[in-house]
């Protein structure tokens, strides 16, 4: 099991800039795979971005291009860099470690994003 506290939400205007953190309560060294995860109103959780331990990624087509994934192994540490924001990303904000088969059911508390237009 690892606890998950994702950061660094918060309103911006379109077209601007985020930078969310994931911090995990132990070593994501092992861990193969890490990802964010969104959830807007009435819409069910999305998976926009994953990576490896050996820093292959992989992105949704709604954010490709304008959100970068990055992992800092030694600081337990999971990014994302979101630029070019749009109204439509507003969300709450999840990262998780996930298996093959889908989502971990250790989620952290989230971090909401609202985009202004």
């Known amino acids: 099991q690892v606890l998950l506290v994702e950061s660094g939400g918060g309103l911006v205007q379109a077209g601007g800039s985020l930078r969310l953190s994931c911090v995990a309560s132990?070593?994501?060294?092992?861990?193969?795979?890490m990802a964010w995860y969104r959830q807007a109103p009435g819409k069910q959780r999305e998976l926009l971005a994953e990576?490896?331990?050996?820093?292959?990624?992989n992105y949704a087509d709604s954010v490709k291009g304008r959100f970068v994934i990055s992992r800092d192994n030694a600081k337990n540490t999971v990014y994302l860099q979101m630029n070019s924001l749009k109204p439509e990303d507003t969300a709450v904000y999840y990262c998780?470690?996930?298996?093959?088969?889908?989502?971990?059911?250790?989620w952290g508390q989230g971090t909401q994003v609202t985009v202004s237009s």
């Open positions: 998780n470690a996930p298996s093959p088969h889908g989502p971990s059911p250790d």
């Open positions: 990576i490896t331990t050996a820093g292959s990624t």
């Open positions: 132990r070593s994501i060294f092992s861990i193969n795979a």
